[in-house]
């Protein structure tokens, strides 16, 4: 004979209890109560202040100690290689007077010369 699974008497489930209890929902207009006690003291301590920058103001510039600024350098004009730039060089030299000196990089002719002033005439 065979015996038939019942499926509405559940063994596990006989056992087995819900919670009966629900957390209840709180509002925003709610107020909440704290447990929680705040510890305040009943004086309040001074906190001593004082500027740790206060040394510094009474020190006095040497300024012979200082180190000077170098001035900034002066970035080389490149000029395409010619095979005449010797000859052109020249004619800077003495047309424009304006003294530089050239370095030759690949396919490219750097001019060096002494002043801002000088980089803006050549160019």
């Given at each position: 004979m065979t015996t038939y699974y019942?499926?509405?008497?559940n063994p596990k489930t006989d056992e087995f209890t819900t919670v009966q209890k629900?957390?209840?929902?709180?509002?925003s207009d709610d107020t909440i109560n704290v447990n929680k006690k705040v510890n305040i003291p009943a004086k309040n301590p001074e906190i001593e202040t004082r500027n740790t920058y206060d040394v510094l103001?009474?020190?006095k510039i040497n300024?012979?100690?200082?180190t000077p600024i170098p001035p900034p350098k002066i970035p080389p004009i490149m000029l395409k290689r010619?095979?005449?730039y010797p000859i052109l060089l020249k004619?800077?030299?003495t047309v424009k007077k304006i003294k530089c000196t050239a370095k030759e990089s690949g396919e490219l002719v750097k001019?060096?010369?002494?002043?801002?002033?000088n980089v803006r005439d050549l160019t």
């Open positions: 019942d499926f509405k008497t629900k957390r209840r929902r709180r509002r103001q009474d020190q300024e012979d100690n200082l010619i095979a005449e004619r800077i030299n001019l060096f010369v002494e002043t801002p002033d």
